[in-house]
């Protein structure tokens, strides 16, 4: 199959992430719904995703979910070129000082690329959020990330999201996301209540090269019976000099850019 301009690679790619943003198991026909492929297109592209171990089909109710493989994969790339290492005993600090999660990301085609999930009570969980895939536009890391970019980036990406209600407070527009990243950029951080799951919270700032690119970022998370918003606005202080340490350690890093030759763990 010839993948000319994006083609094959390309669709099947989208078809990755759709079935990785979902964050459960999937089945065809909302797959199609949200797809923009034909159907027929689209079920060939599941097919052979599966036949790779790309993605896995429940035998009783047919539904998609992420592979075996592409866990490997996800690994692989956290060892390989990604902000994680870097970021690890910054992000253990912090998680131990304030008993919450931490998270660190990194905006992945308008999606946010989790690279790593810290709970000091929870040792067990160390890289089982490596390589998950989340919405940008309703989460306090994407928000965070998508405040800074340049503005061409920024419309990219913000034409990348779905505007999927997944609760009330869920933003619902670009229109209505623009005026939140300008009061993130007003505040210096992002915040998140609700509006991807029902009861989770949580605060974010964007780790920035000294040039200003958008590397990643980090959040503090938890829910509302564990905590309140205003208690984890409180933690701001906090998370910022986590993230200056995290910025200063990455300046002597450069990381893959789309396009070019991979350059992992080299000097800048």
């Not at 998680?95 to 999660?101: R, Y």
């Not at 984890?232 to 202080?237: A, H, S, T």
Request: charged share 25%.
């Amino acid at each position: 199959m010839s993948d000319g301009g994006d083609g094959t690679v390309g669709k099947a790619l989208s078809v990755l992430d759709l079935v990785a943003a979902q964050e459960r198991p999937i089945r065809f026909a909302e797959l199609h719904r949200m797809s923009a492929l034909p159907k027929a297109t689209l079920y060939r592209l599941a097919q052979t995703l599966v036949s790779q171990n790309m993605l896995v089909q429940d035998p009783e109710t047919g539904a998609y979910s992420l592979g075996v493989r592409l866990v490997r994969l996800a690994h692989a790339a956290w060892r390989q070129a990604s902000l994680a290492p870097v970021a690890r005993p910054f992000l253990d600090q912090l998680s131990a000082e304030t008993g919450l999660t931490v998270f660190l990301a990194q905006m992945d085609y308008g999606y946010v690329l989790y690279l790593d999930r810290r709970n000091a009570r929870d040792a067990a969980a160390t890289f089982s959020d490596a390589g998950k895939v989340g919405p940008a536009y309703c989460t306090a890391l994407g928000k965070a990330m998508l405040a800074y970019l340049p503005e061409d980036e920024l419309e990219q990406a913000l034409g990348q999201q779905s505007y999927y209600r997944f609760t009330p407070t869920t933003l619902g527009s670009a229109a209505v996301l623009r005026q939140a990243l300008e009061r993130t950029r007003a505040r210096g951080y992002a915040r998140e209540r609700e509006e991807h799951e029902p009861g989770a919270i949580a605060v974010a700032m964007p780790v920035r090269a000294a040039d200003g690119r958008v590397l990643g970022a980090v959040s503090i998370s938890g829910t509302t019976v564990q905590t309140d918003i205003r208690r984890l606005e409180g933690l701001v202080p906090r998370l910022r000099q986590t993230v200056d340490r995290v910025s200063r350690e990455a300046s002597h890093w450069e990381f893959p850019v789309e396009g070019e030759t991979e350059r992992e763990g080299r000097a800048v």
